[in-house]
């Protein structure tokens, strides 16, 4: 009986270690005698020496100390003869799949088949190896036919005979990926990427006969890879999603539609063009904003790019505290009310925050990247009519009234800016990445509408409708400790003496907008 490390070629050992993973490949001693294949869109009779292309075989150690996962199997892999052309048989690794075109079949140590992906021209497709009868409607079928050579002259010259000697059918479909027509390649070019085997993205169902979803611990067959999630808002499409090996150069884009027209992405894409080519390093995840063709770039909140600050409305200005409009401190950080006592006399009373002038229905941005707290998000509040909340409601009736916050890292400490006084009905704007409203653990990116100004909690009767900016920090015991959110506004408030006794005017002043 022949042991299974008798066929190994262990002084072509490479270690490879991916994020938390140490990857081990062992070629095959057969690597060495050029079995050969030819990659067909048709089943073939007759070998066709120019599509000859070469099948190389690795046996992978894989090994996840953090998750506690470690997993052996053998990588058949089957090159296009574009990839061999241009790089050549020698060049195929496992490891480094960024360039390769072609078939990797997954299969056990004792040679039971497990899984198909194919790779180049597009995201990562997953496949099976089916009945030509069983292909997807609407799906490909590529042919693996394998060769049997019977001689060569020299490398220079045709194969001098040879006959097929088996011909398998791997095919994909519509039902196996969503997000048609993505493309990578290993290098960009202003050709055609498109090739023979244009797919789509990422794997989303079961496929033929266990092909299926990506997701879950069916991804370790291949752990070396990325993946790309782009989201959009209302007006456009995107171009790009799915799994990609590592290091891959991948082309991402934007499309507008009808009368919209592309604004930004947020997320990792945040500053680049509609259409861009990325080298994967990482997973990526951006969202691409598209607004009217009639509305201005001075439409969204400046973004100073020197200080990565962004305001939290378009409009900055403070909003006056009664209806004497000279009593702007009031709208300021800290003990800066004036409010009577149980005797009448004026006392002062501690703000916690900002007071941004906006009318109700207002959007409100995210000013930095974060995740939305579980800590002071309520959704629930009415508008109340007088001092008393309807009747019929018994929820929470704090007086910071429909309020979310996101926590974020800023200069390493945890930062948490909180919206308050946020509209009754649709306080939180929709995730777009989600289709619901934004909820505690949501991912979310500077520069985001997150939620609408309202009149909420002790906002009900206020003279002038606002924006409750408050900032804090957390403290180990789970207690805040408020700061002066003009710390991180973009602007400063027009102080008219260096003691901050006193405000000049209800400007935001030193607003930067060039990003």
């Known amino acids: 009986m022949v042991s299974l490390e008798s066929l190994l070629d262990r002084e072509g050992t490479e270690i490879l270690d991916f994020e938390d993973w140490e990857i081990t490949q062992i070629p095959f001693k057969s690597n060495r005698d050029n079995h050969l294949a030819i990659l067909s869109k ?223 992405w947020v997320g990792h894409l945040k500053g680049l063009a509609d259409k861009v080519w990325i080298k994967l390093e990482s997973d990526v995840s951006a969202t691409a904003y598209f607004m009217s063709s009639l509305q201005l770039i001075s439409d969204r909140p400046c973004w100073d790019l020197e200080t990565d600050t962004m305001n939290p409305l378009v409009n900055m200005s403070l909003a006056p505290t009664s209806t004497w409009t000279t009593n702007f401190r009031g709208s300021t950080y800290g003990d800066t009310r004036r409010v009577p006592n149980e005797n009448g006399t004026l006392v002062s009373r501690k703000h916690n925050g900002l007071d941004l002038a906006a009318s109700v229905g207002t959007p409100v941005y995210s000013m930095f990247d974060g995740v939305v707290s579980s800590d002071s998000y309520v959704t629930s509040q009415p508008d109340k009519q007088s001092n008393d909340y309807p009747a019929y409601y018994f929820g929470d009736k704090d007086g910071a009234g429909n309020r979310l916050a996101i926590a974020s890292t800023i200069n390493g400490v945890t930062v948490c800016m909180g919206y308050w006084h946020l509209q009754a009905g649709s306080p939180v704007a929709i995730n777009p990445r989600t289709g619901v409203p934004f909820a505690p653990g949501d991912k979310v990116y500077q520069g985001e509408v997150i939620g609408y100004v309202g009149k909420t909690g002790n906002a009900w009767n206020v003279p002038y409708s606002h924006l409750h900016l408050a900032c804090w920090v957390k403290n180990p015991n789970g207690s805040r400790t408020y700061v002066n959110p003009e710390t991180y506004i973009n602007g400063d408030v027009s102080w008219t003496n260096s003691g901050h006794t006193a405000v000049n005017s209800t400007a935001i002043i030193n607003i930067e907008c060039n990003g």
Not at 57 to 79: D, W
Request: proline content about 4%; glycine content about 14%; charged content about 20%.
């Open 42 to 264: 048709d089943a073939i009779e007759a070998v066709e020496p120019d599509s000859l292309t070469t099948i190389r075989q690795f046996l992978l150690e894989c090994r996840n100390e953090v998750a506690s996962k470690s997993f052996v199997e053998i990588a058949t892999m089957i090159p296009d003869m574009e990839y061999i052309s241009a790089h050549g048989a020698d060049s195929v690794s496992f490891l480094d799949k960024s360039r390769f075109s072609g078939i990797v079949i997954f299969s056990s140590i004792e040679g039971e088949y497990r899984k198909v992906y194919i790779y180049g021209h597009g995201p990562i497709r997953f496949a099976d190896v089916v009945a030509e009868e069983s292909q997807p409607t609407g799906g490909n079928c590529f042919y693996i036919n394998l060769v049997s050579a019977v001689g060569t002259r020299s490398v220079e010259e045709e194969i001098d005979g040879g006959f097929i000697t088996a011909s398998y059918c791997v095919a994909s479909g519509p039902d196996l990926y969503i997000d048609t027509g993505a493309l990578y390649t290993g290098l960009p070019t202003n050709g055609d990427q498109n090739g023979d085997w244009e797919s789509g993205g990422v794997g989303g169902g079961g496929g033929t006969g266990g092909g299926g979803s990506d997701d879950g611990d069916s991804g370790q067959y291949d752990p070396i890879k990325y993946r790309i999630s782009l989201y959009k808002t209302q007006g456009g499409y995107v171009h790009g999603n799915g799994l990609y090996p590592a290091n891959s150069v991948v082309f991402c884009a934007a499309y507008p539609l009808n009368l919209k027209r592309f604004d930004r």
